[in-house]
């Protein structure tokens, strides 16, 4: 090769990473189905409404023992249909008003799972969910106030290399709680035939 082929080659460019290949290391993968019966979507619905409900108290609503129904409530534990019983929050109360969504555009070929994981990190995300369309990822944020979300934009979020735009949607009303999971067994109730 001359010494003008030499100045005019391109160097070899490197191999770039899957960018979605690393969402298996960030996402929950889907489960299995579990089969149910109606039994199991009344104590599902029980508990949903109040996950502090006694086993005697289920079992009264649902005409078994309270020992029949403990053994009920472990196997929706142990098969993952229960997942945790947990505490709903009013986060308004305690000063994070604001709710944000930030649709994510990562950087062409960057890893996608990596970036989940970053912006996951974050104390003020809810959610980051891998989604279809334009953006690649949709972010949840709770902050207190308009300086809390610049600051979180300026000095964490934006900052991240693999990020390469966001468009930031304030939420300006949300619907009254309701419990979805309570809706949804009740629809799964009714596809049921019951």
């Given at each position: 090769?001359?010494?003008?082929?030499?100045e005019?080659?391109l160097?070899?460019p490197?191999?770039?990473?899957?960018?979605l290949?690393?969402?298996?290391?960030?996402?929950?993968?889907v489960?299995?189905?579990?089969?149910?019966?109606?039994v199991?979507?009344?104590?599902?619905?029980?508990?949903?409404g109040?996950?502090?409900?006694s086993?005697?108290h289920?079992?009264?609503?649902?005409?078994m023992?309270a020992?029949?129904?403990?053994?009920?409530?472990?196997?929706?534990?142990?098969?993952?249909?229960i997942q945790?019983?947990?505490?709903?929050?009013?986060?308004?109360?305690?000063?994070?008003?604001?709710?944000?969504?930030?649709?994510?555009?990562?950087?062409?070929?960057?890893?996608?799972?990596?970036l989940?994981?970053?912006l996951?990190e974050?104390?003020?995300v809810?959610t980051v969910?891998?989604?279809?369309g334009?953006?690649?990822?949709l972010?949840?944020?709770?902050?207190r106030?308009?300086?809390?979300?610049?600051?979180?934009?300026?000095?964490?979020i934006?900052?991240i290399?693999?990020?390469q735009?966001?468009?930031?949607?304030?939420?300006?009303a949300?619907?009254?709680?309701?419990?979805?999971?309570?809706?949804?067994?009740?629809?799964?109730?009714?596809?049921n035939?019951?």
């Amino acid at each position: 090769m001359t010494s003008s082929e030499q100045e005019t080659a391109l160097p070899t460019p490197l191999p770039l990473a899957a960018p979605l290949g690393g969402l298996t290391r960030s996402i929950e993968p889907v489960p299995d189905e579990v089969p149910v019966d109606d039994v199991d979507i009344a104590l599902l619905r029980l508990l949903a409404g109040d996950a502090r409900m006694s086993q005697r108290h289920l079992a009264r609503s649902v005409n078994m023992s309270a020992p029949a129904v403990g053994e009920r409530i472990a196997r929706l534990e142990r098969t993952g249909i229960i997942q945790q019983y947990s505490v709903s929050v009013n986060w308004a109360r305690l000063g994070y008003a604001v709710v944000v969504y930030l649709p994510v555009v990562a950087v062409s070929g960057s890893d996608i799972g990596g970036l989940m994981t970053t912006l996951d990190e974050l104390p003020e995300v809810e959610t980051v969910n891998v989604v279809s369309g334009s953006y690649d990822l949709l972010v949840r944020l709770r902050v207190r106030n308009h300086k809390h979300l610049s600051d979180l934009l300026l000095n964490q979020i934006w900052q991240i290399p693999t990020l390469q735009r966001t468009e930031t949607l304030l939420c300006l009303a949300e619907t009254k709680q309701k419990s979805f999971t309570e809706k949804l067994l009740g629809q799964l109730e009714t596809l049921n035939g019951h």
